[in-house]
């Protein structure tokens, strides 16, 4: 490698208000450099600053259109499917005749509810047969405690009360 000659600075600018001056405009030069730089790149770091609203949106999980679309599909049909089911057990239950084979009654006698009046099960479609008694609804706007009322016996609990008397 040539080395090349030193430049020798000459002893008129090695002065203090020299220095200063030369201090002042090499300052003042970049404080107009940076200010330049910084103001075409404002609109820039505003749209890169990360505010809460931004912070929150990267935080939250990306949700599928799809998959969201399937599952509100899927939930649908799943109430359609059980409100079928219940339908169909509901009807099951009332056609039943609770007489078995040799149309003897094919319900059996349940004592061991708190308020100790019989009930009877079907055997065949596993229906309750129950007395007349109060039951409490779901909680709602005017009633927060639930609302109590007082449901029919149901339609075969005759034949609950004759097995009682003649188990009795």
């Known amino acids: ?16 208000e020299a220095q200063a001056f030369v201090n002042a405009s090499i300052s003042a030069a970049i404080k107009e450099a940076v200010s330049g730089v910084f103001a075409n790149m404002a609109p820039l770091l505003e749209k890169l600053a990360m505010t809460p609203e931004k912070i929150r949106a990267a935080n ?4 599928d259109p799809a998959v969201v679309a399937r599952n509100k599909r899927e939930t649908e049909k799943s109430k359609q499917d059980e409100k079928e089911l219940r339908e169909a057990e509901a009807a099951r ?3 039943c005749p609770h007489l078995d084979q040799n149309s003897r009654p094919s319900v059996r006698l349940i004592h061991n509810w708190p ?6 099960i079907c055997v065949i479609c596993h229906d309750i047969i129950f007395p007349r008694h109060w039951e409490i609804l779901a909680p709602d ?3 927060p405690k639930g609302k109590a009322v007082l449901v029919d016996a149901h339609k075969n609990y005759a034949t609950v009360l004759q097995l009682e008397a003649m188990s009795g």
């Open 141 to 143: 706007a005017e009633n």
């Open 1 to 16: 490698m040539s080395e090349q000659p030193a430049v020798k600075t000459p002893a008129a600018l090695i002065t203090p």
């Open 93 to 95: 239950k009332a056609a």
């Open 115 to 120: 308020d100790r009046q019989p009930r009877g």
């Open 60 to 63: 939250t999980p990306y949700i």
